[in-house]
Structure formats: C-alpha cells, structure tokens
C-alpha cells in the first residue's frame, strides 16, 4: 500500500499563491491519472485536477486559470499549483490516483483570508 504526504499549504491571502506537493511513498510511474482533490469543511471531497503519465490535464471549472497540476515519475510527486486563490478555496487538500484508490493522507491544510 502506498502511503501519500501532502505538504505546502498554509494560511495566504486572498490573491496569493501556493504550491502543494503529494509524495508518494512508492512509485507513480505506472499509474496514468493521478489527481488532487479537497474537502471544504461541511462538504464533501471534491475533483480539483487530474494528470496522466502523458502530461494530459484536466480541471474542474473552479480550477481553469488558476491553478496548474503536474507530476515528477522520478520523485514520486504530484504538485498543485495554485493562483489567485480565493476564500472559496479554503480546504483540506489531497491527492490519490484516481481508480483504485490509495488510502488518503492526512491532506494540507489550505487557508484563504479576506
């Protein structure tokens, strides 16, 4: 089983940027659609992006413009760029693959003020 690190947020305000980083314990190389997800309090964990082994992306439509995923096969990463960030994306962010899921991390705590 392959155990998931989410590390890099914090508190920001609105505007700011933040990069996210999702290490995996083990080795993503062969996995094609890895994805970052995020649970507002109150709701349910939420798509945010989607990357496959061939550098195809996907976003959500809150996500278009704003923030950018990518991944390093060598490092076992998946990052999450994220712009011009607003209250809204206040979260608990997460990544996993998206079939078969690993069991989640503890998620990156991501705080947009006002």
């Known amino acids: 089983q392959v155990q998931l690190v989410e590390s890099g947020g914090g508190l920001v305000q609105a505007g700011g940027s933040l990069r996210l980083s999702c290490a995996a314990s083990g080795s993503i190389s062969n996995i094609n659609a890895m994805a970052w997800y995020r649970q507002a309090p109150g709701k349910q964990r939420e798509l945010v992006a989607t990357v496959t082994n061939t550098g195809f992306t996907n976003y959500v439509a809150f996500a278009k413009g704003r923030f950018t995923i990518s991944r390093d096969n060598a490092k076992n990463t998946v990052y999450l760029q994220m712009a011009n960030l607003k209250p809204e994306d206040t979260a608990v962010y997460y990544c996993?693959?998206?079939?078969?899921?690993?069991?989640w991390g503890q998620g990156t705590q991501v705080t947009v003020s006002s």
């Open positions: 996993n693959r998206i079939l078969n899921k690993w069991d």
